[in-house]
């Protein structure tokens, strides 16, 4: 077999082609919902409705949403520039701890210097963490896969010890969690008695901003130049190692703000379950958008879906909640497999 | 602590290969792939999939080879998704290794919940014995820890030697050593490319996954949901480290089984002016220094993360 590529590809297959992809994994997955013994259409039935049915459903549906816009965003930048940045779970964590240590009482600013000033420290904390990897990356050739992914684990471990020694909250019946951040750190929520917070809004507005840096600068046009041929922009003269830096920073950053999202918007507090692997669902997430950053909303909100809804569809049917995770899994690879025949035709001999 | 005193301690040692097995066994069947060209991120997933998958077999009323076997069934499986994605269609590496990952970590717990729902307390097998060679095992000192081992170690070490002969004394280990440093030129010898990259794939996917069987069905006699615990990415440093040689590798995955053996000893002793974390880290830490070292000499197969087309250039 051979792959031969397409000519002048229509819009309407761009668009049906990640369609029909989720499709093909639900329908995989439907498979392991007939084994567990239950109704494939009462389980998507229920799914739907476990997170799209009611205010409170939609609610939950969108909290989960915010924290995989920033983590989707930061997947998105960094694969355009081919920089695989796997580390966005640590990079998650390093903006959370910077927050929870400014946020319970390092510094004192009344709530609307607060939040800002906590999301941009804790970004800058996020892009800090990538930005070593990236420079063993550009000026020593190490793969900056492993050293983001192996980073993840360290700096768990030092989450793991903040929580359990030096941070750990005094009043919280001995359960490793840090202090609470301060009133003036919480955002607001959206809605009332919902637990929907302002992070929505400011990923919201993430996405847009790093949609123009990506379309409309010159910043962007370099990005995506590197990404798409690094020889050629190096031959061109493009500054491709500063690019590659600035990048990094932009990404670790908007999943540090993934962080202070967490911290400050949901929990409160610093716990080593802050995050259930919201680094490694990004991934999905931008490749489902295609890297593409306005997209990287709705695949954020798709990927939500999913794992609300399942959580609540397992519930009711007793089936497993890990096949939220399954159907994640099986959507990436099938979209990475639809956007392939997109571009290629697949000739058998 | 006082760590001259720990290097003379048996205990030190046989914990250091008991956790250098799992390691050897990842490390190898890593290996193997990236020395056909492909890279395969999908080993943290594969060697939980073995893991569960090893462990069933045997709850279920099989043997412990039996175990095995299936455990290296399931891996070649998931070697061969892997294979049709990277080889066959030439999609990112990268991206693909992460999606089996995702898929057969969950996919494991989920098939593990689906068989067992009920399991409050994970459920337990009876697990390898260790053999005594004959006589050896009777020397003090050495003899207990280098001559009284896990079949399952026994087996790594086997398949270590196998790995270095196939690779460089037998022609299918010279194809596959071609079709990662220069695919083109062993086309043109007549190597299928696209199938000595997808036995390797699968050969080594199913060596990773019986890495993991080795945590359920010698180490432990239980299966946990997250047991694989980032060893896999641990073998993908390790590979690196080892310059992709079979040898080093097992060198490498006794330093690193090493400090995972000190870090356990110092976590039981109470008052320790260094937070265990520490200890923990040190295998990450050493990963990543391992790998920028290892890196500059660039000695990695030179078709690493190519697709191969036909009759591209």
Redesign the interface.
């Given at each position: 077999?051979?792959?031969e590529p397409r000519q002048n590809v229509s819009l309407t297959r761009k668009l049906l082609a990640p369609l029909m992809a989720v499709f093909i994994a639900l329908a995989l997955c439907s498979l392991?919902i007939v084994?567990?013994g239950a109704s494939p259409f009462t389980a998507f039935y229920l799914l739907i409705k476990g997170a799209l049915g009611s205010t409170f459903a939609l609610s939950e549906t969108l909290t989960r949403t915010t924290p995989l816009i920033f983590t989707g965003l930061a997947a998105a930048v960094a694969f355009r520039a081919k920089l695989?940045n796997?580390g966005g779970e640590g990079q998650l964590y390093a903006g959370a701890c910077l927050a929870t240590w400014l946020g319970t009482g390092a510094i004192d600013l009344p709530a609307p210097v607060m939040i800002p000033f906590l999301f941009l420290s804790g970004g800058l904390a996020g892009g800090l963490l990538l930005l070593l990897p990236t420079l063993?990356k550009t000026h020593?050739?190490?793969?900056e896969?492993?050293?983001t992914?192996?980073?993840n684990?360290?700096v768990l471990?030092?989450v793991?010890?903040l929580v359990f020694?030096p941070w750990k909250d005094p009043m919280a019946m001995g359960w490793p969690q840090a202090n609470p951040v301060v009133d003036a750190a919480i955002l607001p929520t959206l809605l009332p008695k919902m637990r929907i917070h302002l992070g929505l809004i400011i990923a919201l507005v993430c996405a847009l901003g790093t949609w123009v840096l990506m379309r409309a600068t010159v910043w962007g046009f370099d990005i995506r130049a590197v990404g798409a041929n690094l020889k050629a922009s190096t031959f061109a003269g493009l500054p491709v190692t500063s690019t590659i830096i600035r990048t990094a920073i932009i990404s670790g950053g908007l999943a540090g703000c993934a962080g202070v999202s967490e911290l400050c918007g949901l929990r409160g507090y610093l716990t080593i379950d802050l995050s259930p692997g919201f680094g490694?669902s990004g991934?999905?997430v931008a490749?489902l958008a295609a890297l593409n950053p306005l997209g990287v909303i709705l695949a954020a909100f798709f990927v939500a879906v999913i794992q609300i809804g399942a959580d609540s569809m397992s519930r009711a049917l007793?089936i497993?909640t890990?096949?939220a995770?399954?159907t994640?899994?099986?959507s990436?690879?099938a979209v990475?497999?639809s956007m392939?025949l997109v571009r290629y035709r697949i000739r058998w001999r | 602590m006082d760590l001259t005193a720990l290097l003379f301690e048996s205990g030190f040692w046989i914990a250091t290969i008991r956790m250098a097995t799992p390691l050897l066994f990842g490390t190898l069947g890593e290996l193997i792939c990236e020395r056909a060209g492909v890279l395969n991120?999908g080993i943290e997933g594969i060697m939980a999939a073995g893991c569960m998958s090893g462990w069933m077999w045997v709850y279920q009323g099989g043997t412990l080879w039996g175990g095995v076997v299936f455990a290296a069934f399931i891996g070649a499986l998931f070697g061969l998704?892997h294979a049709l994605?990277t080889v066959?269609?030439?999609?990112?590496q990268?991206?693909?290794g992460?999606?089996?990952t995702?898929?057969a970590?969950?996919?494991s717990?989920?098939v593990f919940?689906?068989l067992l729902?009920e399991a409050t307390t994970p459920p337990k097998i009876i697990p390898f014995e260790a053999v005594d060679i004959p006589f050896l095992s009777d020397i003090p000192g050495i003899g207990p820890i280098l001559f009284s081992l896990s079949p399952m170690t026994l087996l790594a070490l086997t398949v270590l030697g196998v790995v270095w002969y196939g690779l460089y004394r037998t022609p299918a280990g010279l194809a596959l050593r071609m079709v990662g440093e220069n695919p083109m030129a062993a086309e043109s010898q007549g190597v299928d490319v696209f199938l000595i990259r997808t036995l390797a794939v699968m050969t080594g996917s199913a060596l990773m996954a019986v890495g993991g069987a080795y945590l359920t069905l010698s180490a432990f006699d239980a299966f946990y949901i997250g047991m694989i615990n980032?060893r896999g990415?641990?073998c993908?440093?390790l590979v690196?480290f080892a310059s992709w040689k079979p040898g080093k590798a097992l060198l490498g995955a006794l330093f690193f089984a090493g400090f995972d053996a000190i870090q356990m000893r110092v976590q039981q002793q109470s008052i320790s002016l260094i937070?265990y974390?520490?200890y923990?880290?040190m295998p990450?830490?050493f990963?990543?220094i391992a790998?920028?070292i290892m890196?500059?000499k660039?000695s990695y197969p030179k078709a690493l993360l190519v697709p191969f087309?036909?009759?591209e250039r």
């Open positions: 077999m051979r792959l392991l084994w567990a695989w796997i063993l020593l050739k190490a793969d896969v492993v050293t992914l192996l980073l684990f360290i471990l030092v793991n010890w020694g490694y991934i999905v490749m007793n497993s890990y096949i995770d399954v994640t899994a099986l990436l690879l990475i497999v392939l | 991120l998704i994605f066959y269609l030439g999609l990112s990268h991206v693909t992460i999606g089996i995702m898929l970590s969950s996919l717990s989920f919940r689906m729902p980032g990415w641990i993908i440093a690196v937070p974390q520490v923990l880290m990450y830490v990963s990543i790998l920028v890196s500059r660039a087309r036909k009759g």
